[in-house]
Structures are given as C-alpha cells and as structure tokens.
C-alpha cells in the first residue's frame, strides 16, 4: 500500500468515502505535469463517471485501437475498481500514448501542465467527434445500444449561428464567450461568439480571480492602426471591444498566466504574483445564467521559481476533504492551507508553490456546499 496510502486511511479513519478511491502515480522522469493534471481530472467527478460510462460501452472499442481517450478510460477504470482504498498506480500506458502521439511530450524537459491539460482535452474530443461520424455512417454501430458520443450538433463549434458541439467533454468543459465591438461613428454592436475548454487570465500582483475576470471583460478601444472594419459604415473605425461569458460551463477551468516573456531578458519570467482564488466564486457580467456560482475543486500547482523547470503537485477536494497528491505521495490538508498556494505578495519569496490551474464546478442553483 505505501506508507503515503496507509497515513491517508489512517487520517480518515471512518470518514473514509464510501467507494473512492485514492491513488497516487509514479512519475517517469519528468512527468509531473501529466500526474498533477490527471489527479485534477479524476476528481472532476462529473467527467470521471462519463468517461467510466464509455468505458463500459465500449470496451470492445478499447480492444480494437488504442487512443488517448482508451488510455485514459482503462486508467480511471484500473484506479476506481482497486480492491485497496488507497496506493500507487503506474500510468505508464497512457503516457506511451500521450508520448507516441506528441513529439512535444517526448523530451525530458520540463513540461506545460497548461499546454497537456489543452492538448488533452481537445484530443478527447476529435476522437469522439470522429467515432460520432464513424457512427452515424455505419448503420450497424448507429445502433440504439452503441452509445459513443453525443455528436456535434454542427461541423464548426465558432459560427455565431451555429450550436456548439456537443460531446460529452463539451457538456463538462465547454463555455461560449462572446466578443462585441461597438462602432463609435454608427454605434452599431457586432456580436461574435466562440467557445472554450479553459480561460487564460493575465494576473497582477495581490489580486484576486475575480478582478482579473473583470480585466478580462474590460473595454478595450481599437483607435489608430487598430481600427476597426465596421461593416455598416463600409470603413475603417475607432470602436470599442470587449469579451464577455456568454454561456458559463459546467466545469470552469482557470489557467493563471504565471509564465511571461520579457522583451529585455529575451526570455520568459515566472510570475510568482499573489492571486487569491476563493472556495466559492461568483461569475459576474455573464450574459445567459447571470450569478453562476463556483465550487473549487482542485488545484494544479507549479512549484519553482522558473518557467524552464520545476515540479507539479496538485490540492483537490473529494467528500469535503482537502488531498494533496505530489506523484506517488498524497495526504491530507486542512482547507485553510489552499490559500499558501495563492502566491507570493513580494517579488522574492521562498514560497515558490503557486497556484496555476484552478478547477471550478457549477453549484446547482440556490445550493452552496
């Protein structure tokens, strides 16, 4: 079991979940990135049944070609169906996978927990997308009983018009943000919606995730050489831009721009800026489901003071219980010990745990956990 696993039982005790399982994973030289992401997405607990689900309805698809999506299946699978509570596992296969399949990934260099997450996340869906078509053209596996994916509704997710694709990692995952720029001479608003997995925020020193939503959502002026074509007045214009939460997803996923390029350095520069990211968050300004309320979930951790190396850890909540998973090691956490991971309020600091990737699930309305 690990000393790790049987402290963790031990500090439950009959507090134990019922049924869960916790389980760390080996790290294969470099492969923290992978773990710290994987350990946020398996206690996304929405995304874990349904990625369970397709396992059972699929296994024999599993047999037939292997893919990120099979790979990751059979992991959650192995973790949620361990005899013992807690331990190690190796997720050796679905990092063969991962490594086969992106030269990025092949390297011993320091990875972009972001940039996995981002690569991920899109891959699941081109796979489901493909077996949908596959599916829909082969009457045989279009079957009541072949549940694959809820395939896309339409072929392009940005199109104004157009229904957002509807796998079921978009029902977890997907939002629509909407970009308007307001013509200045005519006033005349053009509207222009696109989807996404994740937000990227930029961050400012001793801040919080709410004030840089608002910096996100913030009028920005288009004048000079950015000027813009306004399509009534059939000219270049001064106008005014701004981007706003359309339609907020079920599973809001956070990613704090901690690594920035400095034009003078020639390099980039790991901002260790103190960004405080509440239990419990309130989306303001969105314009479907106005005071969508947030749960924090997990919590992907960049330890270090570089973008160019480091280590990654995780924090997530599971039953109401704070774990901190670190590759084969987990333990648990008092909640008050998530805010060490805000950041640092001075420039050098000897914490260099920083909160990087946050993971937000919608609360049903009216009800607060």
């Given amino acids: 079991m690990g000393a790790a696993g049987s402290k963790l039982e031990k500090a439950l005790g009959d507090q134990f979940p019922e049924g869960e399982r916790y389980f760390g994973f080996e790290n294969f030289g470099n492969t923290c990135y992978c773990n710290s992401v994987l350990q946020a997405l398996y206690f996304c607990v929405p995304f874990r049944e349904q990625l369970i689900e397709y396992y059972s309805n699929n296994k024999n698809l599993a047999d037939a070609e292997e893919s990120l999506l099979t790979c990751l299946a059979d992991l959650f699978m192995q973790i949620s169906s361990q005899k013992k509570k807690t331990g190690v596992i190796s997720p050796k296969r679905f990092v063969q996978r991962l490594k086969k399949q992106n030269e990025i990934f092949r390297s011993y260099m320091h990875q972009d927990a972001h940039e996995f997450l981002n690569y991920l996340l899109n891959e699941l ?90 910096n996100f959502s913030a009028t920005e002026t288009l004048n000079a050489e950015d000027k813009f074509f306004c ?84 924090l997530v909540k599971s039953h109401n219980h704070w774990l901190f998973f670190d590759d084969e090691n987990m333990e648990m956490i008092d909640e008050s010990a998530v805010q060490t991971f805000f950041g640092s309020a001075q420039e050098f600091s000897s914490n260099t745990d920083h909160g990087y990737i946050l993971f937000y699930e919608r609360l049903a309305a009216g009800r607060t956990s």
Avoid at 263 to 279: A, D
């Fill in 125 to 214: 869906v081109d796979i489901l997308e493909k077996e949908s078509h596959a599916a829909k053209s082969d009457p045989e596996t279009s079957s009541p009983s072949g549940k694959i994916a809820n395939g896309p509704k339409s072929a392009h997710a940005n199109g104004a018009q157009k229904e957002p694709l509807d796998t079921w990692v978009h029902k977890n995952f997907q939002g629509i943000l909407t970009n308007e720029t307001r013509c200045l001479r005519c006033e005349i608003v053009t509207a222009r919606d696109e989807t996404f997995l994740d937000l990227s925020l930029d961050i400012e020193q001793n801040s919080s995730i709410t004030s840089c939503l608002k």
């Fill in 231 to 314: 399509d009534k007045c059939c000219s270049l214009q001064e106008a005014q831009k701004r981007m706003k939460i359309k339609r907020p997803p079920h599973i809001l996923v956070i990613h704090l721009k901690r690594f920035k390029y400095i034009e003078q350095l020639s390099r980039h520069k790991k901002l260790s800026y103190r960004v405080v990211f509440p239990l419990e968050l309130k989306l303001n300004n969105t314009v479907e489901d106005a005071d969508a309320e947030y749960s924090l979930f997990a919590v992907v951790v960049h330890v270090g003071s570089g973008p160019n190396h480091g280590h990654y850890v995780s």
